[in-house]
């Protein structure tokens, strides 16, 4: 199993260029995440996936895009790039847990993309 | 609103030497998770443990061992005999019940040196 892959590792772009940044996971899955980090920050979650067709905002959702149309796939979209979304990103992936029994899965990172805005 | 405080920005010590990070956290939910990760410095993000809100057994993995007390909202963290690969920014994280949505706090970078 590859795990959580995310492409590219590495982008520049300039103010106002729009992307996608890929992340997909090997594992079946059901929920997906994406989260920043920015020094002193730590991790802020940006859009969460419960399931195909399912999507909904974490902390900082405002500037990005996601759609979940497969279970593998969780695309994030930069619609407009500015240099406050210079950071490192990172998506992740779980499996459901069981409430009732007091489990929850850990979540697998990808390996991060870091995106300089200029 | 869910929070997780980590107050210890940086922390250096001298290999061998016992090292405790400290995780405070906030929430009104009755049930929760806490977790801790580990990214060293090639940036990727490892697991280290997960708990729940109605298990405060501490747990002790070989160098590791937690420490999860409701009464204070504490999930501390102790590497004993700290080791120059224990170097890393250490991460508390606390999820929600049925979400499972990760607050992460600030992180704590632990450098170990020889």
């Known amino acids: 199993n590859a795990g959580v892959t995310q492409t590219p590792k590495f982008q520049v772009l300039k103010t106002g260029q729009s992307m996608t940044l890929q992340c997909a996971q090997d594992m079946n899955h059901e929920y997906m995440s994406w989260y920043r980090q920015d020094p002193g920050m730590g991790l802020r979650l940006i859009h969460y996936?419960?399931?195909?067709?399912?999507?909904d905002q974490g902390e900082v959702p405002n500037g990005y895009n996601v759609s979940r149309s497969t279970t593998e796939d969780f695309p994030l979209r930069l619609l407009s790039a500015a240099p406050s979304q210079t950071s490192v990103y990172f998506c992740?992936?779980?499996?459901?847990?069981?409430?009732?029994?007091?489990?929850?899965?850990?979540?697998?990172f990808g390996p991060g993309t870091r995106l300089t805005v200029l | 609103a869910q929070k997780v405080t980590q107050a210890q920005t940086e922390i250096s010590v001298v290999e061998k030497e016992d090292v405790t990070l400290d995780c405070v956290y906030e929430t009104r939910d009755t049930t929760y998770y806490l977790f801790w990760y580990k990214q060293p410095p090639s940036g990727e993000l490892v697991f280290l443990i997960r708990r729940n809100s109605f298990d405060e057994q501490n747990e002790i993995s070989g160098r590791y061992s937690w420490n999860f007390q409701k009464s204070t909202s504490s999930f501390n963290f102790t590497i004993t005999a700290s080791q120059v690969v224990d170097s890393a920014v250490y991460f508390c994280a606390l999820s929600e019940a049925t979400t499972d949505k990760l607050i992460f706090g600030t992180g704590t970078r632990l450098q170990v040196f020889p």
């Open positions: 992740a992936s779980s499996s459901p847990g069981d409430a009732a029994l007091g489990w929850v899965n850990e979540q697998f």
């Open positions: 996936s419960v399931g195909a067709g399912i999507t």
